[in-house]
């Protein structure tokens, strides 16, 4: 995961880069005794769609620990992948509109969306 300074340096706003074992440890931490279940709805997203594990963590992180929510993140990412990236890895940027966008300094927006997100993936 990048750091604070190296977003601030670039300016660029980062991207989770989620692997196997740690897509695994999210599911077991956050969903336990329903490690299983919820592997299997999150294969329901489908193999042929680019960046599974980031989009499985995005449906992670948005459920918020509650199994029932899975589906609905699962169902959102099928219509459109980034609708939950931005929400789980893009909060306040996705919040903005383009003009607000232009107006604000985003590459502190950038650094106070990893610190939630880096946060959440490493607790």
Known sequence: MLDENQIRS??????????????????????GSDANE?????ADIGDNIASHNR?????????????????HYIKLAKVDTRDVISQAEYPRCSELDFDEMEERDMTQIYVEDWVEYSKWFNH
């Open 10 to 31: 670039t300016g660029i706003q980062p991207a989770a880069i989620v692997t196997d074992s740690h897509l695994e440890r999210l599911i077991e931490r956050d969903f």
């Open 38 to 42: 919820v592997t299997k709805k999150l």
């Open 55 to 71: 989009i499985s963590a995005a449906i992670l992180k948005l459920s918020n620990k509650n199994i029932d929510k899975v589906d």
